[in-house]
Structures are given as structure tokens and as C-alpha cells.
């Protein structure tokens, strides 16, 4: 299959070489302020985007479709598909996934979690593989143990999940609660915590 680049008839590999180099050169002229790729896992399909200080958003795509129009607002228009720039990230989230991995050692990049939701993130980091916190804990834990229903909406809004663990916070009663990736996914990351 060919397509039309630019009044020249080009294959696949041919659109694919182009692509690399418009990658090199926007990363060579400090063009590319975001990178992204896409990954299918066993939760769903997620958008990994990554910023020269590291990962900066992990999106679960059924539910938030909007997250490259988010991230084009909210950092830079200057967005460019470059898979290979999230490898590792894709790599660390598969093995995790797999039962392989139970910390992640990526760059982080925080800037889209401010002010009381970045002291609610900043927490969830230290949550350990296969613990669990109500919303209330991780409240009195930032300081502010009236601030449940605001450290479940910090959680919906945890810029990184699954790599910053917000699917560890659970109800006092010890039912699941909300998930950014819905109450399916969130189960199964608890689930394989748990064997």
C-alpha cells in the first residue's frame, strides 16, 4: 500500500524512515516538547507521554480520549508521535503488568499535579506493592484528614497511574472505589498485586 506525502507516492517503510528523521531533527533543534506512543495491555490501551524531564502522563484512551489536547494545553503544542523516546516507559509498565515488576524506575515529570493533589501524588508514591490506603489515611497523611472527598478527586486526576499508584487507595469499608481506567481495571491491577 502507498500513500501520497507530499506529491510523492511513498510505501510504508518509506513513511516510516520519514517519520524517524522528523523525530531526530525535532528532537536535534529542541523542537519536541512531548512525546507519545500508545500501548495496548491487558487494562486497556494507554497513552504514554513523556517531556525531556520524563514521563508526564499515562491516560487510559477509552476513557480519556481527550489526554493529547489536554497535554497540548497544559505544557505544549509541540507534540510529536516518537515511540522509542517511551520504551522504557512501555517496557516497566508491561513487566509490571506481567507480575514481573513491582516498582517503577522511570523519570517522572509532576508538573500537571499542583498544589494539594501534587502532596496527594507525592504520598501515593510511597503506598508499597500490594498495600492498600483508604482515602481517609492518605488524607490525615497530607495533613488534612477532612480532605477525603478531595484526595479521591486528586486520585481521578493522578496524572501517572499505574506508575504512581493511585489504584492502591481504597474505601474505608474496603470496597474499590473510583479508577481513572474504571472499576474493571482498577480490580485487576489489585488482583495481580494481590497473587
Do not use: W
Not at 507516492?9 to 525535532?26: F, G, I, K, S, Y
Amino acid at each position: 500500500m502507498t500513500e501520497i506525502f507530499d506529491g510523492i507516492d511513498a510505501d510504508a517503510p518509506t513513511l516510516a524512515r520519514l517519520h524517524q528523521r522528523l523525530e531526530r531533527a525535532a528532537q536535534d533543534a529542541d523542537l519536541l516538547d512531548v512525546a507519545y506512543r500508545t500501548l495496548d495491555t491487558a487494562v486497556g490501551r494507554l497513552l504514554l507521554a513523556a517531556t525531556p524531564l520524563g514521563l508526564v502522563r499515562v491516560a487510559f484512551l477509552d476513557v480519556d480520549g481527550d489526554a493529547l489536547a489536554t497535554l497540548a494545553q497544559r505544557i505544549s503544542p509541540r507534540i510529536l508521535h516518537a515511540p522509542a523516546r517511551l520504551d522504557d516507559a512501555a517496557t516497566e509498565i508491561d513487566e509490571y503488568l506481567a507480575g514481573r515488576r513491582t516498582a517503577f524506575d522511570v523519570a517522572l515529570d509532576l508538573r500537571l499535579a499542583e498544589g494539594f493533589r501534587r502532596q496527594v501524588v507525592e504520598h501515593l508514591r510511597d503506598i508499597g506493592y500490594g498495600r492498600r490506603e483508604s482515602y481517609a489515611t492518605v488524607a490525615a497523611a497530607v495533613g488534612n484528614p477532612k480532605a477525603v472527598r478531595a484526595v479521591g478527586t486528586a486520585c481521578a486526576r493522578n496524572p501517572l497511574p499505574l506508575v504512581i499508584p493511585c489504584h492502591r487507595v481504597v474505601r474505608t469499608d474496603g470496597s474499590i472505589g473510583q479508577y481513572a481506567g474504571g472499576p474493571a481495571a482498577k480490580s485487576a491491577l489489585l488482583e495481580l498485586e494481590a497473587a
